[in-house]
């Protein structure tokens, strides 16, 4: 429930703070991502709003919601993978537009699942928060309707393309959708293993996959480089929720409190569940939860190495997305990602 949730959750945000030596040094792509993403979001949100919205309450939900709307790096990717494979970037605009409005109501409905009236320890109301749960349902389904009719606007592509393009977005949707009903199996589940989180994890990273994918394709990318896109953009993914992972953790209380109580547990708690005093610990905290509760739970998950095997996981994600990286003809492109 966490890979579209935050406003600010992008793929440019992997810095951590130096007590965790967890450094991938990207602030030389930050401004990179914004700069490419940053046009297709505006336009996406544009084309929304100039569309017939009869109900004043709506068009002022999604207005506002079309400012808090800041995560560029996933429209950036389908650029860069567009340009990875030697193609036009500018014809992936309506693909991109697309999942922008769609990820957006994803959004918005987790908020409804998660129960996340607010945001963050500034406690910033979330659209829920303002408007309800029933409106904020609304809002999230006139996202997706209008980001799918945005596909109109591929007919510059072969009708095969067009329907491989339809395909992804469809099995991608699909996949993240079934991430999403799997993973409410583990909130409050104290016999969550590592390996059943880390598969929801790769489900949920379907969505960064259908970006560098249909960029590949819409790029005129062999199939071998159409893979290895979508196996980049699958490990990048997934890097991007395990980072989330230790920050929600180590560096947000508000986030952390959320997690136990209403959410899936991060996967350095899910590492930790072998401890005894874990699961104790946990068990007590499901009736309420206080800042020294959260300082010892977060301790029991440092003793038991839960930062490093997260660590080593994401570690293992990073290598094996350079190693896709390399197959394509301009593989300096993503790999600039991680230098």
Same mark, same amino acid.
């Given at each position: 429930?966490?890979?579209?949730?935050?406003?600010?959750?992008?793929?440019?945000?992997?810095?951590?703070?130096?007590?965790?030596?967890?450094?991938?040094?990207? !602030?030389?792509?930050?401004?990179?991502?914004?700069?490419?993403?940053?046009?297709?979001?505006?336009?996406?949100?544009?084309?929304?709003?100039?569309?017939?919205?009869?109900?004043?309450?709506?068009?002022?939900?999604?207005?506002?919601?079309?400012?808090?709307?800041?995560?560029?790096?996933?429209?950036?990717?389908?650029?860069?993978?567009?340009?990875?494979?030697?193609?036009?970037?500018?014809?992936?605009?309506?693909? !991109?537009?697309?999942? #922008?409005?769609?990820? /957006? /109501?994803?959004?918005?409905?987790?908020? #409804?699942?998660?129960?996340?009236?607010?945001?963050?320890?500034?406690?910033?109301?979330?659209?829920?928060?303002?408007?309800?749960?029933?409106?904020?349902?609304?809002?999230?389904?006139?996202?997706?309707?209008?980001?799918?009719?945005?596909?109109?606007?591929?007919?510059?592509?072969?009708?095969?393309?067009?329907?491989?393009?339809?395909?992804?977005?469809?099995?991608?949707?699909?996949?993240? /959708?079934?991430?999403?009903?799997?993973?409410?199996?583990?909130?409050?589940?104290?016999?969550?293993?590592?390996?059943?989180?880390?598969? #929801?994890?790769?489900?949920?990273?379907?969505?960064?996959?259908?970006?560098?994918?249909? /960029?590949?394709?819409?790029?005129?990318?062999?199939?071998?480089?159409?893979?290895?896109?979508?196996?980049?953009?699958?490990?990048?993914?997934?890097?991007?929720?395990?980072?989330?992972?230790?920050?929600?953790?180590?560096?947000?209380?508000?986030?952390?409190?959320?997690?136990?109580?209403?959410?899936?547990?991060?996967?350095?708690?899910?590492?930790?569940?072998?401890?005894?005093?874990?699961?104790?610990?946990?068990?007590?905290?499901?009736?309420?939860?206080?800042?020294?509760?959260?300082?010892?739970?977060? !301790?029991?998950?440092?003793?038991?190495?839960?930062?490093?095997?997260?660590?080593?996981?994401?570690?293992?994600? #990073?290598?094996?997305?350079?190693?896709?990286?390399?197959?394509?003809?301009?593989?300096?492109?993503?790999?600039?990602?991680?230098?």
């Amino acid at each position: 429930m966490k890979e579209t949730k935050k406003a600010n959750h992008n793929l440019i945000r992997f810095i951590l703070r130096k007590r965790y030596r967890l450094r991938l040094k990207m !602030a030389d792509a930050t401004n990179m991502l914004k700069e490419l993403g940053e046009p297709l979001v505006k336009a996406a949100f544009e084309d929304l709003l100039s569309s017939r919205i009869p109900s004043k309450k709506a068009e002022i939900m999604l207005r506002k919601f079309s400012r808090s709307w800041k995560d560029y790096g996933r429209a950036a990717l389908m650029v860069l993978s567009c340009r990875a494979v030697g193609g036009d970037p500018s014809l992936v605009s309506p693909a !991109a537009k697309a999942l #922008i409005l769609t990820g /957006g /109501g994803f959004d918005l409905h987790d908020d #409804i699942i998660d129960s996340s009236y607010t945001r963050f320890d500034t406690k910033r109301k979330t659209t829920m928060g303002m408007y309800g749960r029933e409106s904020t349902l609304l809002a999230g389904d006139a996202l997706i309707i209008v980001g799918l009719s945005e596909l109109h606007d591929l007919d510059g592509l072969s009708k095969d393309k067009f329907r491989e393009v339809l395909s992804v977005i469809k099995d991608g949707l699909l996949e993240l /959708g079934s991430a999403e009903m799997d993973e409410l199996a583990l909130i409050q589940n104290l016999d969550a293993t590592p390996r059943m989180y880390l598969r #929801i994890v790769n489900m949920k990273a379907a969505d960064v996959e259908s970006y560098t994918r249909i /960029g590949g394709i819409i790029g005129n990318g062999s199939k071998e480089e159409v893979d290895a896109l979508g196996r980049f953009g699958r490990l990048l993914g997934m890097i991007t929720i395990l980072r989330d992972d230790i920050e929600d953790t180590f560096n947000d209380k508000a986030e952390l409190s959320s997690r136990i109580l209403k959410e899936s547990l991060p996967l350095p708690m899910v590492y930790s569940l072998s401890s005894s005093d874990c699961k104790a610990k946990l068990q007590n905290m499901f009736g309420g939860i206080n800042d020294g509760d959260l300082d010892e739970i977060v !301790a029991i998950v440092e003793a038991n190495k839960g930062f490093e095997k997260t660590k080593n996981e994401i570690e293992r994600c #990073i290598e094996e997305a350079k190693s896709e990286a390399m197959k394509l003809k301009k593989s300096q492109l993503l790999l600039s990602l991680f230098q």
